[in-house]
């Protein structure tokens, strides 16, 4: 039952999302091709990605060669090798993959494989399943021709053994700001979302999870609808931050009806971000969770809880853009 407070709570954040009619944004955006990231490494993905849109590869392609560059060539410690391990030493990674028609895939808990994204992919398009798990993903993708390898890197085993002193499980707030080396960062994960030259939408999301997760632990990031989801009709929209609240609002998916219904992309991510403050008021404040997501018509808006999060969109007019998102609390907590 609604009581009267949460109903005009409701209607308030109703209210405040209404923002411009569909047509009039619609107009608004350029239709051109538009490749969009989180976080700030996230340029360099969108630049691999931009490459491939422009050597006329799908949005599907460019998303994949985006993440995998963020899974090899950044060395980033919540995406693929460079990745921190479990609370038990292992690096454990999670991909998703999804093109506008609903074709999707998805790994999780993969161990010794390089490019989650790339299983992720083939388990979409070589098998009849959409997610493949733990032991039995890595023995698909060593079927399927992917070198099979150790990839914990001394930097990220030393953080490991820095953490065992204490062993506390306490995601930090945008902690990927962090830079210095043998820091212990928590949030990074890759999400992308591209847009191709025939308006064909597909988005990538990879991601080695919450660092000192427990071991068999999974997110949100390969699981369809919560930290992906891409429909060609509406949009496109992933997620970053603690997947444990992605998961619960199947929050990726909720973005993109909120579209559907005529939201704005940024009125989308703002509307699904207050759905996890009500449902979880207290651990909002010490969690980080953020969106990203463009419509069909390639309009981009995100929304963070916590201010920090950054995002990037590459297109014809510029390739390095970076942006800081609106959020909940103004204030930079970490
Ligand atoms: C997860 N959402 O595994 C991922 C972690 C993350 O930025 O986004 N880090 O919960």
Not at 89 to 110: E, H, K, P
Not at 278 to 303: H, I, W
């Amino acid at each position: 039952m609604t009581d009267r407070r949460s109903f005009l709570q409701a209607g308030a954040l109703a209210v405040g999302a209404l923002g411009l009619p569909r047509s009039a944004r619609a107009a608004a955006a350029d239709a051109g091709p538009r490749v969009v990231s989180t976080w700030d490494f996230g340029v360099g993905a969108n630049q691999v990605a931009w490459k491939t849109l422009t050597a006329g590869g799908s949005a599907l392609d460019a998303v994949e060669q985006g993440a995998r560059w963020a899974e090899s060539e950044l060395c980033n410690p919540t995406v693929g090798r460079c990745g921190n391990p479990d609370r038990d030493g292992n690096l454990s990674l999670d991909a998703s993959i999804m093109d506008g028609d609903g074709r999707c895939g998805s790994v999780a808990a993969l161990i010794d494989i390089l490019h989650p994204v790339s299983v992720a992919r083939r388990v979409m398009e070589q098998t009849p399943h959409v997610m493949l798990v733990g032991q039995g993903a890595q023995a698909f993708a060593v079927e399927q021709g992917f070198p099979r390898g150790k990839l914990l890197t001394p930097a990220a085993e030393k953080a490991w053994r820095a953490w065992l002193q204490t062993a506390e499980y306490a995601p930090q707030i945008n902690a990927e700001r962090r830079t210095l080396p043998g820091d212990s960062s928590n949030h990074d994960t890759l999400g992308i979302l591209a847009r191709d030259a025939q308006g064909r939408l597909a988005g990538a999301c990879t991601t080695s999870g919450m660092a000192w997760k427990m071991q068999g632990r999974v997110g949100d990031s390969p699981i369809i609808g919560a930290g992906l989801y891409v429909d060609n009709e509406v949009g496109a929209a992933t997620a970053s931050g603690v997947g444990e609240e992605m998961i619960r609002n199947v929050a990726s998916f909720l973005v993109v009806e909120l579209m559907r219904q005529g939201r704005s992309p940024a009125e989308a991510c703002r509307e699904a971000i207050a759905r996890v403050v009500r449902k979880r008021p207290e651990a909002s404040r010490t969690l980080q969770v953020c969106f990203l997501a463009m419509n069909r018509d390639g309009e981009v808006g995100a929304y963070a809880l916590h201010r920090g999060f950054v995002y990037a969109v590459c297109d014809a007019q510029r390739q390095d853009g970076l942006h800081d998102a609106d959020s909940v609390y103004r204030t930079e907590q970490a």
